[in-house]
């Protein structure tokens, strides 16, 4: 079976058989990010979050990504990149009603800092969205530092000045998952072999919603 799909591999780089790379590409190949099996109910239940915020009346900064950089879904947006950008050092001068950093945080030497950051650049009122892996491999880009439960994201984006009642979060994940993205590879995520099944014991990925 090894052999086999080290040929199929082989195979669907050819450039006479771009057909057969789109049919089977998916199962070989890494993709886009936002549908990888990792971030399927992290995007589904963020987008809902957002979307509950009233976006197109939102002023966004969007910290190390542009994942949210879509025409027409806020008022304003903006974003700014890791290492030009120091979320653990530079406050910007500007604020902001909702600030995003997705998959940053474990990245950073400093989150505490950061976090205090964030909350100054709100606006009274203002939400912080903040995603992070958990159950996953070490990924250094360029470092890898921290991990947080759904309990340990709130009382630390309390320590950083969010009230605990304005703070919501969430996870996801399963063991079948977490095992399968120790690989080198993200798995992009197929219906019919990859369970969206959560099990709580076992979560990959960890979300929040804080409030100013």
């Known amino acids: 079976m090894r052999q086999f799909r080290q040929f199929l591999k082989r195979l669907i780089h050819k450039p006479r058989l771009r057909w057969l790379k789109e049919l089977l590409g998916p199962y070989f190949l890494s993709g886009d990010p ?4 990792l971030r399927v109910v992290m995007n589904r239940e963020t987008e809902e979050l957002v979307n509950s915020l009233k976006p197109d009346q939102l002023r966004v900064l969007e910290v190390s ?10 008022k304003e947006y903006r974003s700014v990149h890791y290492p030009e950008y120091d979320l653990c050092e530079q406050v910007l001068e500007e604020s902001f009603d909702l600030i995003i950093a997705e998959q940053v945080f474990e990245h950073l030497m400093w989150p505490y800092r950061a976090g205090k950051n964030v909350r100054s650049m709100l606006r009274s009122g203002g939400s912080f969205l903040i995603t992070t892996p958990f159950l996953i491999r070490v990924h250094a880009h360029p470092d890898d530092y921290s991990r947080w439960t759904e309990a340990g994201m709130r009382y630390f984006l309390a320590e950083c000045g969010f009230p605990l009642e304005h703070i ?5 994940g399963n063991r079948s998952c977490a095992i399968t993205n120790l690989d080198n590879k993200w798995q992009i995520y197929q219906r019919w072999r990859h369970s ?3 099990e709580p014991d076992c979560p990959c990925v960890v979300w929040a919603l804080a409030r100013k």
Not at 65 to 74: K, Y
Not at 168 to 172: E, F, I, K, N, Y
């Open 34 to 37: 936002h549908n990888q099996w």
């Open 65 to 74: 990504g542009n994942i949210w950089d879509r025409p027409g879904l806020f």
């Open 168 to 172: 919501q979060t969430g996870s996801w």
């Open 196 to 198: 969206l099944r959560n």
